[in-house]
């Protein structure tokens, strides 16, 4: 319907006519979404942003990785669904993506799509980070035997440890002048796991535990990490910085249309959400070299609105800018001259 309302002026698109739903969801079935994949991957690699206003000490956000998962509802019984069937033995289908996203530029580095009932684990096989890096996640990618693999390679990471955990505490770090009140416990710990053969390593694996209190939340939240060389307050800080990624699968589902699909096929959805990302991160580019002071949100408005119009992109953007600035003036003025 969108591209309906533009009848007429689809000509430098090299389009007649709009074309029909059903001819766009069988030229995707068949359409590999990997040339979408690699677009993105190359969009995505020639605009590397820094759109952080973090806290985080630079040489830890320049090389700290953000992972998590995200599922697309679907109608259609396309991919398998996760949980239990509802009590009429209906249940629908979705797509998962799991994503590896970048702190320094907020964009994803690696995607993988599979059934939203595949587990979270399998993505693992997928990542590879390099030495010296960090990176952060949810209980749900917890395995220990990629920890081994990740402590082999030098690379950090920070989650959050199981409620049934069992472990064994070695040593507890005093607390010193500079420990913040929110640290309750600093711990060096020992964990046995399991190898690839199933069999129980005769080393344990060494880890360390910080017991942390949210006051704002008011609840207490236990890291585990094999970094021992920041503070506390710093590890914490980077499993908080995970909420990124959730600002992220929030902008990509609040701004693109993906609650409905053109097709009815994993390939065709792919597609579509492949699309999106490339939207996001296009946008996003055109946001910061922009230096646009309005909502994201209303940047995909504005450009939703003016698709087939004439008016440049950073015309448009620098046009409501300036309405902005005036608006601030005007208001500084009554409040000087006492007419507010």
């Known amino acids: 319907m969108g591209l309906e309302a533009f009848g007429g002026k689809?000509?430098?698109l090299n389009l007649d006519k709009v074309p029909a739903r059903s001819t766009l969801a069988d030229a995707n079935q068949n359409r590999s979404s990997q040339v979408f994949a690699r677009i993105?991957?190359?969009l995505s690699s020639r605009f590397r942003l820094n759109l952080s206003d973090s806290r985080l000490p630079a040489a830890v956000l320049s090389r700290l990785f953000i992972i998590d998962s995200t599922v697309f509802p679907l109608f259609k019984a396309i991919l398998n669904a996760p949980g239990k069937y509802a009590a009429d033995g209906r249940r629908k289908g979705g797509i998962?993506?799991?994503t590896m996203l970048e702190a320094q530029s907020l964009m994803p580095t690696l995607i993988r799509f599979n059934a939203a009932a595949a587990s979270d684990q399998l993505f693992l096989k997928a990542v590879e980070l390099p030495a010296g890096s960090f990176v952060t996640f949810d209980k749900g990618y917890n395995n220990f035997l990629w920890y081994a693999s990740l402590i082999a390679k030098g690379v950090n990471f920070i989650t959050r440890q199981k409620e049934d955990a069992v472990y064994t505490s070695i040593a507890e770090a005093l607390p010193g002048p500079d420990t913040p009140p929110e640290v309750l416990k600093d711990e060096t710990i020992h964990v046995s796991y399991k190898n690839a053969k199933g069999k129980v390593e005769s080393e344990p694996m060494v880890?360390?535990?910080?017991?942390w209190w949210?006051?704002?939340g008011q609840r207490v939240y236990e890291f585990i990490t094999n970094n021992f060389d920041l503070d506390?307050?710093?590890i914490a800080g980077i499993y908080q910085y995970r909420w990124q990624i959730e600002l992220f699968f929030?902008?990509?589902k609040q701004n693109f249309q993906l609650r409905y699909f053109v097709g009815d096929n994993q390939n065709a959805i792919e597609i579509q959400i492949w699309c999106a990302l490339?939207?996001?991160l296009l946008l996003t580019v055109i946001h910061t070299q922009n230096n646009s002071r309005i909502a994201f949100s209303n940047v995909t408005t504005l450009l939703r609105i003016h698709l087939a119009g004439y008016i440049s992109i950073k015309s448009l953007l620098g046009l409501h800018n300036k309405k902005r600035e005036r608006g601030k003036k005007i208001a500084l003025q009554h409040d000087l001259f006492g007419q507010t």
């Open 96 to 98: 998962k993506k799991n």
């Open 278 to 280: 490339i939207a996001v």
């Open 232 to 234: 506390a307050a710093t």
């Open 250 to 252: 929030k902008k990509l």
């Open 10 to 12: 689809l000509n430098h």
């Open 207 to 211: 880890l360390r535990r910080i017991a």
């Open 40 to 42: 993105y991957a190359e």
């Open 214 to 216: 949210d006051a704002k």
